[in-house]
């Protein structure tokens, strides 16, 4: 059947194959603890030489290397937090290995076919909505134009953590808080796993710990949207408690998907000044295609 596994200095895997086992088979093979079906992502199986008994099969890849490959190893790292997540919750590690090497493609393929029709975008900008949307570099680059070195940011409805992450990782000062604790658990690992010294704090019954005019800036990004209006007035009344200032708030979020007008005159309500509003790109997110601005307000 199939013998162990040769690996070249490129990580390209060989296998030794009989040629009697079927190709289904051939597909399913255990590299590193990860099973891979070594067809699904458009490597297919190649036709050896009878003479040469070892088959190029594909490259060492698995989902976690596609990802990071396609989005940044703090993407990948992200999704392997949640994984961890998931076991440590009892979900079992070989069967979420299995769902995902049995389903990561073909629903891919169908997400991306009903996204791509349904945002009338071309293929290009798709790629661009969709590169914004999961890898988080672009909204960083736009954040930290707006940021002085040694300053100090609270990154508000942080989630799972990657962007304050990512820039905690180009060595800024930046703690985040979230009101799920699901999610500060899942942004904990993720610091933990990059090697990140970040500090993160439930925003819990819409007070936060920090002392007041701790921070220069604060981030929402794309978390304004999320506050429940009910809540919003109050979570910016503390976001701006814990503004020096001068300190800036820097929005990053998709027109359309909540009322803007509402949470403008709730910004304006805090005391805070619009300097700048901004058109950053073209995205599909929550079902339709509009853009993500920035937004700039200063606490007078
Ligand atoms: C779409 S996620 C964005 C997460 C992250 N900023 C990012 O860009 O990946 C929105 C986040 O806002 C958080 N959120 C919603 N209401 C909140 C509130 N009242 N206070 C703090 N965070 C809140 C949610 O828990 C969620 O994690």
């Not at 997110?285 to 606490?299: N, Q």
């Amino acid at each position: 059947m199939i013998a162990g596994p040769l690996v070249d200095e490129e990580g390209i895997i060989y296998m030794d194959v009989d040629p009697l086992v079927s190709v289904e088979e051939r597909q399913i093979l255990n590299i590193n603890g990860y099973y891979s079906r070594f067809d699904i992502f458009n490597t297919p199986l190649r036709s050896c030489s009878p003479k040469k008994k070892h088959m190029r099969v594909n490259s060492m890849i698995g989902w976690d290397k596609i990802l990071s490959r396609t989005f940044g190893k703090e993407v990948s790292t992200l999704y392997l937090a949640y994984i961890e997540e998931l076991i440590e919750n009892g979900v079992d590690r070989e069967e979420v290995d299995a769902f995902l090497n049995e389903y990561s493609a073909p629903v891919g393929v169908i997400f991306n076919i009903l996204m791509l029709s349904r945002s009338g975008m071309t293929i290009k900008k798709f790629k661009k909505s969709t590169e914004f949307l999961l890898s988080q570099r672009k909204a960083v680059e736009e954040i930290l134009k707006e940021v002085e070195p040694s300053s100090k940011i609270l990154d508000i409805g942080c989630g799972s953590g990657l962007l304050t992450c990512l820039i905690a990782l180009k060595g800024f000062n930046i703690e985040g808080t979230d009101i799920s604790d699901k999610a500060l658990n899942v942004a904990n690992k993720l610091a933990y796993k990059l090697g990140c010294n970040i500090g993160f704090t439930l925003f819990e019954g819409g007070h936060l710990p920090q002392q007041d005019t701790a921070f220069d800036y604060i981030i929402f990004n794309s978390s304004i949207h999320e506050i429940r209006d009910n809540d919003r007035l109050q979570v910016l009344r503390e976001a701006c408690r814990v503004l020096k200032r001068g300190g800036r708030f820097i929005i990053i979020d998709q027109e359309g998907v909540a009322s803007f007008d509402a949470i403008k005159c709730d910004l304006l309500r805090t005391g805070l000044e619009m300097k700048t509003e901004q058109l950053l790109q073209p995205v599909f997110d929550h079902g339709k295609s509009s853009r993500i601005l920035k937004w700039i307000y200063l606490k007078k």
